[in-house]
């Protein structure tokens, strides 16, 4: 795993974010294909590279919006998986994440089409600013897991509340993680999952 950290010049200080990679790094990722990569894609080193690439650009395109909006960060780069993983942290940012995210995920609709403009490749790269989505996921493994532990407990399926995307992936691979399946019922954006007995 690499990790390259950029410090923006407004910033007074370098900081670096390295988080443990989660089971599945996961955002907007859905249950169907239509937002997959090859395997191969990050295995290969045709594909890492690729995917540095794509880092550097989305680093590039962020570090203007610091500029531009006179705010103070550093950007930190890694891959994971098959994912270009960017963060933004230090300064005061959270206004960056929006309620619920919705800005930080609208920034990283932002980045991926700046990828995708100069490479001509669609890009899955995930986006985190001031860890609100290391937070996230690690709240949603928690979901996940007790929600596995209440279907062995009860023998009964569990239906969860609706989330998004990203949020279901992450508690498919908590449930997954604790020995038991689920799926995703319903449509969005009330689409939610269910935790199956074995």
């Given at each position: ?8 010049p ?82 005061n940012l959270?206004?960056?994440?929006g ?51 209440s ?5 009964e ?27 995703s ?14």
């Open positions: 795993m690499t990790e390259t950290v950029r410090e923006n407004d910033s007074s200080s370098p900081e670096a974010v390295s988080e443990s990679p989660p089971e599945a790094v996961a955002d907007d990722v859905t249950e169907t294909t239509d937002d997959s990569v090859p395997t191969a894609r990050a295995g290969s080193s045709s594909g890492r590279a690729d995917l540095e690439r794509e880092g550097d650009v989305a680093a590039d395109y962020l570090e203007e919006l610091l500029d531009i909006t006179d705010l103070d960060g550093d950007i930190d780069m890694d891959v994971e998986g098959e994912r270009a993983m960017v963060s933004l942290v230090g300064g959270d206004h960056l994440v309620d619920s995210g919705k800005v930080l995920d609208a920034l990283q609709e932002l980045t991926r089409l700046a990828v995708l403009r100069e490479t001509g490749q669609r890009s899955r790269l995930m986006l985190d600013i001031a860890g609100w989505r290391a937070a996230k996921r690690a709240a949603l493994t928690e979901t996940g897991t007790q929600a596995a532990e279907v062995k407990a009860s023998g399926k569990v239906r969860l509340d609706a989330m998004t995307p990203f949020e279901r992936k992450i508690v498919h691979d908590a449930v997954a993680a604790a020995g038991l399946t689920s799926e019922e319903g449509e969005e954006p009330n689409r939610r999952v269910v935790v199956l007995p074995a």
